[in-house]
């Protein structure tokens, strides 16, 4: 008699336990909100609205590699082999002085800040299943004080805040944010 009302007192416990993966948690980046039919997404070059030479290169191949990287999904250029289309623009690129040199006034930090305009469509429905107007990205560097030297950091910076852009990007299209 003992043992049956052991098990009688364990039966809620493993109820429980069994319904926990019903509840709806999962790990961060491996559920999509993308329809099932989506298999192949494409990426063309983003558009480029700023004067930054060749940022909306570097900021689409980012969103290519963090695809490939962390989704089931197939990636191309052409829109017309897709299931669904990445369309981006880089709306202002700018850079602005964060720090000084106490002693000489001379700049010796910069911030680079890239805004962004983002859509996901679906080329079935031709409805967006994902849309951000306003991404906005931020990246710090330090600049020689040689004037030979000015910007070499912000190449770097640029690529980066690049890969910053994409893992948030494919998150947000990931878990629909």
């Known amino acids: 008699?003992?043992?049956?009302?052991?098990?009688?007192?364990?039966?809620?416990?493993l109820l429980i336990v069994c319904l926990l993966p019903a509840c709806g948690y999962h790990v961060a980046g491996r559920v999509s909100s993308l329809p099932p039919d989506v298999k192949i997404v494409a990426v063309p070059t983003f558009t480029n609205r700023s004067r930054q030479y060749r940022i909306e290169q570097q900021m689409s191949a980012a969103v290519v590699r963090e695809l490939i990287e962390r989704t089931h999904y197939k990636v191309t250029s052409d829109p017309d082999q897709a299931d669904a289309v990445i369309e981006g623009t880089v709306t202002g690129v700018s850079?602005?002085?964060?720090?000084?040199?106490i002693s000489t006034g001379a700049a010796t930090a910069l911030q680079v800040?890239?805004?962004a305009n983002v859509r996901v469509i679906d080329r079935h429905t031709?409805?967006?299943?994902?849309s951000n107007p306003k991404y906005l990205f931020r990246?710090?560097?330090q600049i020689s004080q040689s004037n030979s030297q000015l910007f070499e950091e912000e190449g770097p910076a640029l690529e980066r805040l690049s890969h910053d852009f994409a893992r948030t990007l494919v998150t947000d299209i990931l878990e629909n944010f």
């Open 1 to 13: 008699m003992r043992h049956r009302g052991e098990r009688f007192r364990a039966a809620p416990l």
């Open 95 to 101: 850079t602005g002085v964060i720090a000084f040199n």
């Open 113 to 115: 800040l890239v805004t």
């Open 126 to 130: 031709q409805k967006v299943l994902f």
């Open 139 to 141: 990246e710090e560097y």
